[in-house]
């Protein structure tokens, strides 16, 4: 009983770096800008946000060091299982509600046939989708590893990638992490050179692609935080938002685009990782930040169904440059609504529900 009223206590939620968190948002937002324009602007080298995929990357790094700030000393005091449950209520509700939206829509887009063609896949790719095991059929989509809600493919590698660190990694010394970080940023390299970017690990022909951009990236998250290179700064949200958001903004040049990619993912990241923890957020940006970071998941996990229904308009259709544009315009704006609607009225009451109970079963 005490064991368990210790490990209760353990459970609260410990402090967040405000900025981390508003630039977790910013990302958010940047991967539903990007998504757009890959479908307005098929060739790269056209997309002024081209490099927005790498956010995934920046998302990882990120959740490294938070995880490793958040549980390296709790994990040895609370159970494993524990640690498993308090990720899944964390990460798993948006997980399946974003299975249920994404078959809706995929039952439901006015613009497509393609649900006519998979029904009798329908019941196995939304099973698979709640169950985050990669299920990659949709030809006509691209083999996503997750049809109906393609982004679920970072965090069927996020699931991973907790796994190791609860059996292996928060066990490891740093000088075992260094020779991790290593061997991961020679797979980056290699995996960028062969594939001419790192856009890899979303499709079941590049799934492999995926492992490798995570364990470089959680990895180095770990070791900014244990090796402590905090960067103390005057620098608010906006500085550092921007110097993010340049990374993503870096034009797509196909020739260099293969050493582009690991020179932001290998140092530019993990230096802003730490320059966030770091720095300094004044009180007035607060709440922008909170409400920035709470809401990037939602957003993450809740867009992509609309995607497929505005790709399948753009191929039926084929409506004008202006046209695609608005809809991009305003689109990105009401999917921020809808994210914010759905974390409101579905995510916090279904987490908290599970988490109350998790407290009073350790109590």
Known sequence: MYQSKAESSLLKTTQHFAILDGLRGIAAIAVVIFHFMEIIFPDPSKNFIAHAYLAVDFFFCLSGFVIAYAYDQRLPQISIATFFKLRLIRLHPLVLIGSVIGLLSFIFDPFSNLFDKYSGQSVLLFVTSCLMIPYPIVGERFFNLFHLNPPSWSLFWEYVANIAYAFILVRLPNKIIWVLVIISAVAIVYESYISGSLIVGWSGDNILGGAIRVSYSF??????????????SRLGLIPVGILLMLSFLAPFVKSVNWLVDPLIVLFYFPFLVA????????????????????????????????MWIFLSYVEAKKPTFDQMILIAVVGTVLLIVWAYLIMILLDIPFRTYLKNKLIKRLA
């Open 219 to 232: 990895i180095i998250g770990i070791l900014v935080y244990r090796s402590k290179w905090i960067i103390q």
């Open 275 to 306: 320059l966030g923890a770091g720095a300094r957020l004044s009180s007035t940006l607060t709440k922008v930040c909170n409400f920035a970071g709470e809401i990037s998941y939602p957003l993450y996990m809740t867009h992509y169904p609309f």
